[in-house]
């Protein structure tokens, strides 16, 4: 049971700060016209969680954090990505979100797995906490750790776009999605602005 625990705690610490991950998935739900439509997203994000747990905890993440000219280079990466991406969603219009945001399948997917895969500050957070987690169990306790984990990120991300469709169920106005995408553009900088940090 430790195993199960400690992943469940671990997993729900990292995800819930509002991330480029969260903001995404959740505007598709808010935006798209069924919650079947914005599936591709969650989806997306969630077997990209998958994968890069299951890689850190096995063992990826020892061999990274030994070399300090990737984790140099993950960092920069990072603080430019999450730069542009708030700056991004900073100047969207939620007045006119539904032609902007109400992505087709591929985009959705395709922007996903940029957000999932190209985040170093997602990949950091992965390879330095879970992985180094994980090291502490090995054989069934440790696939038990991977699998609470997992479930842990299945479950927020259908999670996140059922609250979004359900928002916009209740006509909320744009005037709150517009304020919404401000904090979330000033999380994501702050961000970036944190990844600067460790650099010094």
């Given at each position: 049971?430790?195993?199960?625990?400690?992943?469940?705690?671990?997993?729900?610490?990292?995800?819930?700060?509002?991330?480029?991950?969260?903001?995404?998935?959740?505007?598709?739900?808010?935006?798209?016209?069924?919650?079947?439509?914005?599936?591709?997203?969650?989806?997306?994000?969630?077997?990209?969680?998958?994968?890069?747990?299951?890689?850190?905890?096995?063992?990826?993440?020892?061999?990274?954090?030994?070399?300090?000219?990737?984790r140099?280079?993950?960092?920069?990466?990072?603080?430019?990505?999450?730069?542009?991406?708030?700056?991004?969603?900073?100047?969207?219009?939620?007045?006119?979100?539904?032609?902007?945001?109400?992505?087709?399948?591929?985009?959705?997917?395709?922007?996903?797995?940029?957000?999932?895969?190209?985040?170093?500050?997602?990949?950091?957070?992965?390879?330095?906490?879970?992985?180094?987690?994980?090291?502490?169990?090995?054989?069934?306790?440790?696939?038990?750790?991977?699998?609470?984990?997992?479930?842990?990120?299945?479950?927020?991300?259908?999670?996140?776009?059922?609250?979004?469709?359900?928002?916009?169920?209740?006509k909320?106005s744009?005037?709150?999605?517009?304020?919404?995408?401000?904090?979330?553009?000033?999380?994501?900088?702050?961000?970036?602005?944190?990844?600067?940090?460790?650099?010094?």
């Open positions: 049971m430790e195993p199960l625990f400690h992943g469940v705690i671990l997993a729900f610490g990292l995800i819930l700060p509002l991330g480029v991950q969260n903001v995404f998935v959740f505007t598709q739900g808010v935006m798209q016209p069924t919650l079947l439509r914005a599936l591709p997203a969650a989806i997306t994000a969630a077997i990209s969680d998958t994968l890069l747990i299951v890689l850190a905890s096995l063992g990826v993440s020892l061999i990274v954090l030994q070399f300090e000219w990737l140099l280079i993950l960092l920069i990466g990072g603080i430019l990505f999450l730069s542009y991406i708030g700056f991004v969603i900073w100047r969207s219009d939620a007045a006119k979100m539904e032609d902007q945001q109400a992505m087709p399948m591929k985009k959705q997917v395709l922007f996903a797995l940029s957000v999932s895969l190209l985040n170093p500050h997602a990949l950091l957070d992965t390879i330095g906490v879970i992985g180094t987690n994980a090291v502490k169990y090995s054989g069934t306790e440790q696939w038990q750790f991977i699998l609470a984990c997992v479930f842990v990120s299945w479950l927020w991300f259908l999670g996140l776009m059922s609250a979004g469709a359900l928002l916009k169920k209740m909320i744009p005037t709150v999605f517009t304020l919404f995408n401000k904090i979330s553009a000033l999380f994501i900088w702050g961000t970036a602005i944190y990844l600067l940090s460790s650099l010094f």
